[in-house]
């Protein structure tokens, strides 16, 4: 089977079209990943302290 040939106008158009097509399905599914939100609260029993008193001293713990 002989597939006929596009002149190279042609191509240029098919290849920008294709190129538009998945560049446009690319931002829509970029576009749906939405942050998560947790609506619920970290039960007390499994928070760390601030500070904890221990036989070395007195232990500070920042950043979590």
Not at 39 to 56: F, H, V, Y
């Amino acid at each position: 089977m002989i597939l006929p040939q596009t002149s190279r106008a042609g191509r240029g158009v098919t290849r920008r079209l294709e190129s538009s097509l998945f560049m446009v399905l690319g931002l829509l599914v970029a576009s749906t990943a939405v942050a998560q939100t947790y609506k619920t609260d970290i039960p007390p029993a499994i928070m760390t302290p601030d500070s904890l008193e221990t036989r070395l001293g007195t232990l500070r713990f920042t950043d979590g």
